[in-house]
């Protein structure tokens, strides 16, 4: 993400963050945008996968998104993902994800068959949220402050790579390690 963006995340991540909230935050210098979560990948499947996507990445031309609206998955009674919306050239994004897709099955991997919503995570729900958190969730959600601070600062990201990454789980949450960069076809090709 480029530091407008990581900066905007950890503005929004200081304002939300000072409810006593069961929410893991993400750390701002950790975002990303996730096209497909593998799961525990067997390294030599990990290396098929690298030797794949080049081609497959190749195709497709760099895009702009813009920070956007906040929002939840899956739903607003059971909260577990606090995000930030990506708008802009999804269409570029959502053919890059789909031929993602179709390369990761051709190689017996698995693919979440749901819809893509570009998004940045904020934060992570914890188990069992309290009775009235989604209410009180939505509430601050929908505060003028918070919507101000994400319209009025919203921020163009441009993708220009693909990677492929292992995250590392840790007691401060995880890292990511870049396995493979792709370049996307830019203007200047």
Known sequence: ???AATDLVDRIVAELSSADWPVRWVAPDTVHLTLHFLGD???????LLRMA????????R????????????????RPRVIWLGLSGQTDRLVALHGDLADALRSLDLPVEE???????????VRDNPSTGFPVALQRRLADPTIRNLVAQSAVSVPVTEVQLVRSILGRTG??????ARYPLETDED
Do not use: C, K, Q, S
């Open 53 to 60: 996507l080049a081609p497959v990445i190749a195709r497709h």
């Open 174 to 179: 995880a890292r990511h390690e870049p396995l």
């Open 114 to 124: 749901r819809l893509l919503r570009p998004h940045i995570t904020l934060g992570r």
């Open 1 to 3: 993400m480029p530091p």
């Open 62 to 77: 760099a895009l702009t998104l813009n920070t956007g609206g906040l929002g939840v998955f899956p739903d607003e009674r």
């Open 41 to 47: 990948t067997a390294p030599e499947r990990a290396e």
